[in-house]
């Protein structure tokens, strides 16, 4: 199939990985523990290595190990046979969720049943993340780990010290991998604390969730869209950092889904579903900045204008935005002007002020329905445009056919329908196994994949 290429400015590149890549044996290591014994229970961390594990299971990993609410010995007997695994692996991944902590400029992972009376027991309390690092080190491709364990030390204030002059920060403290292709992602850069969130899932797997499933879509890319998202949600507080490098080649954790199959097979290029897929990664980033690059690329046509009316309600919500600070300060400024008891000119010049701030956010607000509205019909418009080509596909598709089978018995004619829609099935169950399941496609986008797809003869 031919690929048009689309860039995303300093946000998403869309490359594709080496026939060889599709062989890589993949394996994972996924740590959720939530029930502390002897520190404050965490509400998430269960659920975000939940959700992490079957996010790569469905990434099509080979091996997903999945435990919660791991004890000492259990911790280091999941990471010992882990450790197994990773011997013949091109790509390893660890993800922990729960308590670390950081003892004398080493960072340790704190199993459920840790008790940290004294500073020295995180030896044996504890795991050290450098322990974590040997494991996934025979990896051959990428190694990964990602700690989203950059909380408070809870046992902070009850530990002894044994030694005076050792330290406990906040947070983990930064490191850097010895290991070249070796990358670390802390919910916090090193130094700060992360939030637990108030969500089903922490701020950080949320955006995990959100972008490591994007297809072909370069880690060190999905990890500055998930640092994004989380200063986002946490109002600047929270900012996840990443260390370690990559090469220059593009580094996805999900492969393209084209390179699912295993026999590469003839397509007809489809220009039109190629700038439906662009347009869903635009979609899917969802910024002023990714919209105009996918303009850049598809000035005009039917996804343009959907295109265009996304950029138009962005530019609402931000006009309207505006414009409820701007009535608030004025408002602001009238109430205090009459606390102050002002010269009766000021508070009246205020009060004009006041009125007209406030006329002007009602009518950006009315603009920005008006821009919603104008999206959800064009939005409707698209999907009723994609069902009218889909069903037009699979028409065009039958004339031979049944042309062939008009003088056929009644019995026979049976019999060719029942085999066509056997074949539509088995291409529908091959599509429905290519194509990715993303937290956060809608009910729409990912069918359409799939008609795409059988389209195509089940390539993707």
């Not at 998930?226 to 954790?253: H, I």
């Not at 009316?309 to 931000?318: C, I, R, T, V």
């Not at 002007?337 to 002007?360: H, T, V, Y």
């Not at 821009?371 to 009723?384: G, H, L, P, S």
Request: aromatic share 6%.
């Amino acid at each position: 199939m031919r690929q048009i290429v689309f860039l995303l400015t300093a946000i998403i590149s869309l490359a594709f990985a080496s026939e060889t890549a599709a062989a890589e044996q993949r394996v994972a290591l996924v740590i959720g523990n939530s029930s502390y014994r002897n520190a404050p229970a965490l509400a998430n961390p269960v659920r975000d290595a939940a959700a992490v594990a079957d996010m790569l299971r469905k990434a099509g990993f080979d091996i997903v190990e999945s435990v919660h609410d791991v004890n000492n010995s259990d911790m280091r007997r999941s990471l010992r046979e882990f450790s197994d695994k990773v011997q013949a692996a091109d790509v390893a991944v660890v993800y922990f969720a729960g308590h670390g902590i950081e003892v004398d400029g080493q960072n340790y992972l704190i199993p459920v049943d840790a008790m940290l009376e004294r500073d020295r027991d995180v030896y044996d309390e504890a795991i050290s993340l450098d322990r974590v690092l040997q494991i996934v080190e025979p990896a051959k491709a990428l190694r990964l780990v990602i700690l989203d364990a950059c909380r408070d030390n809870p046992f902070a204030k009850a530990m002894k010290r044994v030694t005076a002059l050792r330290s406990l920060g906040r947070g983990l403290v930064a490191v850097e991998p010895a290991r070249n292709n070796t990358l670390i992602a802390y919910a916090a850069k090193g130094g700060s604390t992360a939030e637990d969130g108030a969500g089903t899932n922490s701020p950080f797997a949320t955006a995990l969730l959100k972008y490591l499933p994007i297809p072909g879509l370069d880690l060190r890319q999905a990890f500055g869209m998930v640092r994004d998202d989380v200063m986002k949600a946490t109002d600047n507080k929270q900012e996840p950092f990443v260390y370690g490098s990559l090469g220059g080649a593009t580094v996805s954790l999900v492969q393209t889904a084209s390179l699912a199959t295993a026999t590469p097979q003839p397509t007809t290029p489809n220009p039109q579903a190629d700038i439906r897929r662009d347009y869903e990664y635009a979609e899917r980033v969802g910024t002023r900045e990714g919209w105009e690059s996918f303009l850049k690329a598809h000035a005009s046509g039917f996804y343009a204008d959907l295109a265009k009316a996304q950029l138009a309600k962005l530019s609402a919500e931000q006009a309207s935005t505006n414009a409820a600070a701007k009535a608030k300060e004025a408002a602001d400024e009238k109430a205090r002007l009459q606390r102050e008891n002002a010269a009766p000119a000021d508070q009246a010049k205020a009060a004009a002020a006041a009125k007209a701030a406030e006329q002007a956010k009602r009518a950006a607000e009315n603009a920005r329905k008006r821009e919603q509205a104008r999206v959800a019909a064009a939005e409707r418009k698209k999907r009723r445009e994609e069902a009218r080509l889909a069903a037009q596909s699979r028409t065009v598709a039958l004339p031979v056919r049944r042309q062939a089978t008009s003088p056929v018995p009644s019995q026979q004619k049976k019999q060719a329908r029942a085999a066509h829609r056997l074949d539509r099935a088995s291409l529908y169950a091959r599509c429905d196994a290519q194509v990715p399941r993303g937290a956060r496609d809608d009910d729409i986008a990912r069918p359409s994949k799939i008609e795409f797809c059988i389209n195509n003869g089940g390539r993707y």
